[in-house]
């Protein structure tokens, strides 16, 4: 069975840029996760899609990202424009139904805004 | 406001040591707990989950263990190899994950 797939695997971009992550996660999950990991913190959720449909957002800074899940299956997280603090890892989740199944993480994406 | 506390923040045992990593939650309305492992640059890899109805979960050398009424779940790591050496998370279900005890174990 493959697992979440996440590209671009690293990003270096300067500050007020925009960037662009995608993830796929494995086949026949329901449920999306995003999550932004600060070095030294635990991941933190940023959003959550059941099937295409947003679960919780109310951690995304929705004046910069957004995210989306077309068909229900890959999502794309954006964010525009950068700030230095949006350097962290970017980890993609799934599970076959919700929080009550276990998650399966991707390699996660490196992004360093200078 | 669920807060997750994970203590130590590292630990470093000699090969072969049992041990035990902590986690600590503020609020009991939990449906499971999760246990990960991070190795250094990667993903999180899921090692235990336990259902709020379950007291305790075992997976080869690893239990782990969950009481939902006073707030802690723990980890216990039996013979520690140095392949043990990675950061380990716990995450209650509303998604909410602690910084993680960053292990080590030295042959």
């Known amino acids: 069975e493959a697992g979440v797939a996440q590209s671009p695997r690293y990003k270096i971009i300067e500050k007020r840029q925009s960037v662009a992550f995608w993830c796929n996660p494995i086949?026949?999950?329901?449920?999306l996760y995003w999550y932004q990991q600060i070095l030294g913190q635990g991941p933190k959720l940023l959003i959550q899609?059941?099937?295409?449909?947003?679960?919780?957002d109310s951690q995304l800074p929705k004046d910069r990202f957004s995210a989306e899940r077309l068909k229900g299956v890959d999502s794309t997280l954006k964010i525009q424009p950068a700030k230095l603090e949006d350097s962290a890892v970017y980890l993609c989740?799934?599970?076959?139904?919700?929080?009550?199944?276990?998650?399966?993480f991707g390699p996660g994406t490196r992004l360093t805004v200078l | 406001k669920q807060e997750v506390t994970q203590i130590p923040a590292a630990l470093s045992v000699p090969e072969g040591e049992n041990l035990v990593l902590n986690c600590s939650f503020t609020?009991?309305?939990?449906?499971?707990l999760q246990w990960f492992r991070q190795d250094p640059g990667k993903g999180l890899t899921s090692l235990l989950l336990?259902?709020?109805?379950?007291r305790e979960q075992t997976s080869g050398r690893l239990n782990a263990s969950l009481d939902k009424s006073s707030g802690r779940s723990t980890l216990y790591i039996a013979a520690s190899q140095p392949g043990d050496s990675a950061t380990y998370l716990c995450?209650?279900?509303?998604?909410?994950f602690g910084k993680g005890t960053k292990l080590s174990v030295k042959p």
């Open positions: 989740a799934s599970s076959s139904s919700g929080p009550t199944d276990t998650q399966y």
């Open positions: 086949s026949g999950h329901a449920t």
């Open positions: 899609f059941q099937n295409n449909g947003v679960v919780d």
């Open positions: 609020d009991s309305a939990i449906y499971n």
């Open positions: 336990i259902q709020s109805s379950q």
């Open positions: 995450a209650v279900s509303d998604l909410i």
